[in-house]
């Protein structure tokens, strides 16, 4: 079996890490190297303990963007530089596993996603609770007409951060919104579409860094449903992170915590997907945060061997960012 040569852009984004340890424990993998523009935060990650200590460093991006031989390259850049990143590993031709979320360019990742379609590269956004175990049996039962139609979707998922990491993230409109909520996002718009209408709530209750939105819910409107998004950065810990759907037939809860999964609670008003009426509570197989890359990972390289369709088409990547844009940047 031959293997498929990756490399990564960036180690600013925090699952840089996470997603290096991922190429380099896959069999399927060859990393050729990481290229770090920062010369400073190169040099501290090759002196730590850590997956970045052994790696080869190149010595500008053409080195790697400019290799017949690397096929594809993690793009892992602070949010504010990856957008940029990503267009350049893909006028390289090569396929792109793109850390969420896509940049706050609209117009720019626009162009991104159809040089990419133009030039027949895949782009995979981060998303990991894509490859969840409770995330996807609510988007099986969801989708499969269990829960009935969907008419509402709430979705909590607070953290806690230090002002150093405030500070950083403050620079992109919606603070805390703008950072995880495509995550939720990515769930919602698969199972109900594009949003109506978008309604952001942005707040900086805290006061540790006065421009940090650090508060915040969006409210997403369909045809026929609402969708709930509440997100803070304050939130003392362990955060009870909770994913619930809403059906006129039934309801399905990921209870907290999400990372590792516990437990779903289903309920239905009759019998439907091998389920009697009632209420019911099912075990959910626990993943680590590695073990969720790693399976990212799998799933993108059998997408760009040709094994596998993409697990969510371009639009869909493009439907997330803009949906999260309409909350963060555009209010409507």
């Not at 993998?29 to 770090?36: I, S």
């Not at 390259?73 to 979320?101: C, F, M």
């Not at 509570?281 to 993943?287: K, R, S």
């Amino acid at each position: 079996m031959n293997k498929v040569r990756m490399a990564q852009y960036g180690t600013k984004h925090g699952h840089a890490a996470g997603k290096l340890l991922a190429m380099l424990s896959n069999p399927q993998v060859e990393l050729a190297g990481v290229y770090e523009p920062d010369a400073a935060r190169r040099a501290q990650l090759a002196a730590e303990d850590g997956p970045f200590r052994d790696v080869r460093w190149f010595d500008d991006a053409q080195a790697m963007l400019d290799d017949p031989s690397i096929v594809a390259i993690a793009s892992e850049g602070l949010n504010s530089e990856s957008l940029a990143h990503t267009e350049q590993i893909v006028r390289a031709g090569k396929h792109v596993w793109y850390d969420k979320p896509a940049g706050d360019d609209w117009e720019a990742w626009q162009r991104v996603v159809q040089l990419a379609e133009r030039r027949r590269v895949h782009i995979q956004v981060g998303y990991m609770f894509r490859y969840h175990n409770g995330f996807r049996q609510i988007a099986e039962w969801a989708r499969g007409g269990v829960l009935g139609r969907i008419f509402a979707v709430r979705a909590h998922m607070s953290t806690w951060l230090a002002p150093a990491a405030r500070e950083v993230i403050s620079e992109h409109a919606g603070g805390i919104f703008y950072d995880l909520a495509g995550h939720m996002l990515d769930q919602i718009v698969w199972l109900l579409g594009r949003p109506e209408r978008v309604t952001a709530f942005l707040r900086n209750d805290s006061g540790i860094v006065p421009a940090f939105k650090d508060n915040t819910l969006g409210v997403f409107e369909f045809e026929h449903a609402m969708a709930f998004v509440d997100i803070a950065a304050m939130e003392a810990r362990p955060m009870a992170r909770r994913y619930e759907v809403y059906g006129l037939h039934g309801s399905a809860i990921l209870l907290e915590p999400f990372e590792p999964a516990q437990m779903l609670r289903l309920c239905l008003e009759e019998a439907s997907g091998g389920f009697a009426p009632g209420e019911h509570f099912i075990p959910v197989e626990p993943q680590s945060r590695q073990q969720l890359y790693d399976l990212e990972l799998q799933a993108f390289i059998r997408t760009i061997t040709g094994e596998q369709p993409p697990d969510r088409p371009l639009a869909h990547e493009l439907l997330v960012q803009e949906t999260l844009l309409r909350a963060t940047r555009f209010g409507r």
